[in-house]
Nanobody
Framework: QLQLVESGGGLVQPGGSLRLSCAASGFTLDDHAIVWFRQAPGKEREGVACIRSGGVGADFGNGRFIIFRDGPKNTVYLQMNRLQPEDTAVYSC??????????????????????WGQGTQVTVSS
């Protein structure tokens, strides 16, 4: 079965950290760009971080959101640091086919996303 599965969400206190996982099954993530999105109640979906196909990692937000890839595990992670209540949202990962493209975008330049995960809830509260 071709799918993305997120995990790692939960409740964290302000200032804390969480690491989300986006694991692929049935296909190889290395040839795909991966985007992490979040959507809070009543708000539009927004891109948080992305990693290009074959990329190792990238920092979005001066260390607040770090995306990185573990090729052998076929998994992309989102390390979230210094979390605040406004970071509370459902976080989802999505993948689009993008082999040998040196950049990533929060939306595919051509076509649409190939795979979406089901989302994981992140709640930042004391």
């Amino acid at each position: 079965q071709l799918q993305l599965v997120e995990s790692g969400g939960g409740l964290v206190q302000p200032g804390g950290s969480l690491r989300l996982s986006c694991a692929a099954s049935g296909f190889t993530l290395d040839d795909h760009a991966i985007v992490w999105f979040r959507q809070a109640p009543g708000k539009e979906r927004e891109g948080v971080a992305c990693i290009r196909s074959g990329g190792v990692g990238a920092d979005f937000g001066n260390g607040r959101f770090i995306i990185f890839r573990d090729g052998p595990k076929n998994t992309v992670y989102l390390q979230m640091n210094r979390l605040q209540p406004e970071d509370t949202a459902v976080y989802s990962c999505a993948a689009y086919w993008s082999p040998d493209v040196p950049t990533c975008h929060f939306e595919p330049v051509k076509g649409d996303f190939d795979y979406w995960g089901q989302g994981t809830q992140v709640t930042v509260s004391s």
